[in-house]
């Protein structure tokens, strides 16, 4: 049984930090595609960045470039987020997904996700 727990979620002032960890457990093989997603009230979830399996391939939404940074701890099997100069645009619950492929932005696309957790950035 697959399960992902996010967790780092919280309350930042504008121009924070914060840094969110998924830790993964049930994924068998390697080719599979880490990505954190998000969904604002009234949005749909969006693609904020994706790593596969390796740590080779790495993609960022263009809201996220420059600002966050994804990375993968195979050995602990976590996925985690660092977000820097936060935005009250980024106030969403932040979800990490999982898929057998390669890192795709459809949430659609992805087979296991988390519970999600919330990152409110205040202005």
């Known amino acids: 049984q697959v399960q992902l727990v996010e967790s780092g979620g919280g309350l930042v002032q504008a121009g924070g930090s914060l840094r969110l960890s998924c830790t993964a457990s049930g994924l068998t093989g390697s080719n599979i595609a880490m990505g954190w997603f998000r969904q604002a009230p009234g949005k749909e979830r969006e693609f904020v960045a994706g790593i596969s399996g390796r740590g080779s391939t790495i993609r960022y939404a263009d809201s996220a470039k420059g600002r966050f940074t994804i990375s993968a701890d195979n050995v602990k099997d976590t996925v985690s987020l660092q977000m820097t100069s936060l935005k009250p645009e980024d106030t969403a619950v932040y979800y990490c997904?999982?898929?057998?492929?390669?890192?795709?932005?459809?949430?659609?696309?992805?087979?296991?996700w988390g519970q999600g957790t919330q990152v409110t950035v205040s202005s």
């Open positions: 997904a999982s898929r057998y492929g390669a890192i795709a932005a459809p949430y659609a696309q992805y087979d296991y």
